[in-house]
Each structure stands twice: as C-alpha cells, then as structure tokens.
C-alpha cells in the first residue's frame, strides 16, 4: 500500500506540501443535477417561485463556494481563482436542473474539489430555494467531468 498523502508519520492529518511542484494552468469541469416535480421546473421558468430568482441565486452561490472551499473542505489549499463559472440548465427529462461548474487557477495544485464544491452548493440553493414548493427534489450525480494542467495531466470521464 503506498503512503497516504493527508497524514503525517503519527496517523495525524496533514496538509500536503506542495511547495516543490510547478505552477501551471489548471481546469477542471463538474456536474451535478436536482431533480424535482414538473409543476416545481414550471413555476422556476414562469418566474414564480416564492423565493425569487432561483437560476441566477443558485449560480452565484456556487461561485461563492468555489471560492471559499479551503474554508470548507479541511485539508484543500487556498487557490487563487482565475475562473469560477456556474451554469444551471432546466431539464424537462429529468425533470429538474443540469448544475455545471467549470474552474480555473495558475497553481501548484488542481482545481477539482472547487469545482465540486460549486456544484454541491449550487444544487443545495436550488433545494433550498424550492424546498416549499417541491420536499420531493433529490441532489445527484455530482462528480468531476474532466480536468486539465499538473503533472497528471489531462483526464475526461468516459
């Protein structure tokens, strides 16, 4: 088994120095989706839900979480975000809404949970914003779509 990179010698969590490798151009896309009622996607489309302006709301939150991920999420670096790009669509075939984030950075280390974190937050504004209406929604399928730069270099999802 090889070494485990977030503890130390002890057992103790630790975050992994990266002072050594190269900066470079990093992207990475995810995706996630809610499903929901159709009367639920109708009235976000009418413009009618109760809580206003669900699409932009939920956007916007997901570029703010992609921000503040290494408050969130323990071990992550702090990264300096060049891109962070939230697009919600609705989805008559779910139904419901198709979350997609993509990030940039020029950094020593990727932008893959950031990416996560958009959606993930993105998808849980969405449900709160709707929750009135519709306590049926689930939050699903969040996972990262492709990711580019590092030493790893390029991986797409089959």
């Known amino acids: 088994m090889s070494k485990l990179t977030h503890v130390d010698e002890t057992g103790r969590a630790r975050m992994v120095d990266v002072s050594n490798k190269d900066v470079t151009a990093r992207t990475a896309i ?28 939920a956007e916007l939150a997901g570029i703010m979480a992609a921000k503040r991920t290494a408050e969130l999420i323990p071990l992550c670096h ?17 139904p419901g809404f198709q979350v997609t984030s993509e990030v940039r950075t020029k950094a020593v280390t990727g932008v893959e949970m950031e990416a996560l974190t958009a959606v993930s937050v993105a998808c849980l504004t969405l449900f709160d914003m709707l929750k009135a209406v519709d306590r049926t929604m689930v939050i699903g399928g969040i996972e990262v779509v492709s990711k580019r730069g590092g030493k790893s270099g390029s991986w797409t999802r089959e």
């Open 30 to 57: 995810a995706r996630g989706h809610v499903t929901c009622r159709p009367d639920t996607l109708a009235q976000v489309r009418a413009g009618t839900a109760p809580k206003g302006p669900v699409i932009s709301t």
């Open 78 to 94: 702090p990264l300096p975000l060049a891109k962070a790009h939230v697009s919600i669509e609705l989805d008559e075939d779910l």
